[in-house]
């Protein structure tokens, strides 16, 4: 597959300080989620993603020294733009509000970025050999925070009494289902792949399901 976007990015001259070396190491990490996601971290080769990218492979250790550093990288960029969402969980949000569009945006980032989820997952199933490190850290303190704020709204009286950490646990899951499952879903449902009324649905239901548990109105906005 050829990355025309970036490549189209890649072409245009920038005054930016550092500006190519941000279009090649997005251009660069593009090609490796399409690559790690296909093959998997073992099989994967830094060939391969240097010429996915349509880079010279000298280009790649450049920017990134080893396979193991590119793939890092690449875990915290899908890391980061979950835990962006997930920023959506402060003491001063309107819970309804929030859940909304937490489930909203996890269910287009699978949508927009199937492979990722599937890279994490992937890690996840084989032990987090890569990553574990991260996410007993980093990750657990950010987690704790967020679950931190959903104690709080409790305590407050806002949302019925549930356990943070496996709410969302179960919206991890629910949302992920259509990237990590992108392939069972659509045989299922007796059709070439998940279509935008599906995404609709999903988040639709999901929602419902998550404010009625929470005890919050469960109607859509006007």
């Known amino acids: 597959m050829?990355?025309?976007?970036a490549t189209a990015h890649d072409a245009q001259p920038s005054r930016r300080p550092g500006a190519k070396r941000v279009v090649n190491e997005a251009r660069i990490l593009a090609a490796a989620e399409e690559i790690f996601a296909e093959a998997g971290y073992a099989a994967a080769s830094m060939?391969?993603?240097?010429?996915?990218?349509?880079?010279?492979?000298?280009?790649?250790?450049?920017?990134f020294g080893t396979k193991e550093q590119l793939y890092l990288r690449l875990l915290d960029t899908i890391v980061d733009g979950w835990q962006e969402t997930m920023d959506l969980f402060t003491a001063d949000s309107d819970p309804t509000e929030a859940f909304r569009l937490y489930i909203a945006d996890k269910i287009e980032f699978s949508r927009r970025r199937p492979r990722a989820s599937k890279i994490f997952a992937n890690e996840?199933?084989?032990g987090a050999p890569h990553f574990l490190s991260v996410l007993q850290t980093r990750i657990r303190e950010r987690f704790?925070?967020?679950?931190?704020?959903?104690?709080?709204?409790?305590?407050?009286?806002?949302?019925?009494?549930?356990?943070?950490h496996h709410l969302f646990f179960v919206l991890w899951a629910s949302t992920q289902h259509y990237a990590d499952f992108d392939i069972q879903v659509p045989a299922l449902l007796g059709k070439e792949s998940i279509g935008p009324e599906d995404y609709r649905a999903a988040t639709e239901l999901i929602t419902r399901m998550v404010l009625a548990t929470l005890g919050l109105e469960t109607s859509a906005p006007r």
């Open 47 to 63: 060939a391969a993603i240097a010429e996915r990218a349509g880079l010279p492979k000298a280009n790649l250790h450049y920017y």
């Open 124 to 126: 996840i199933l084989h």
């Open 144 to 164: 704790h925070r967020h679950c931190a704020v959903i104690e709080g709204w409790i305590r407050e009286g806002k949302i019925a009494p549930v356990d943070p």
């Open 2 to 5: 050829e990355l025309t976007e």
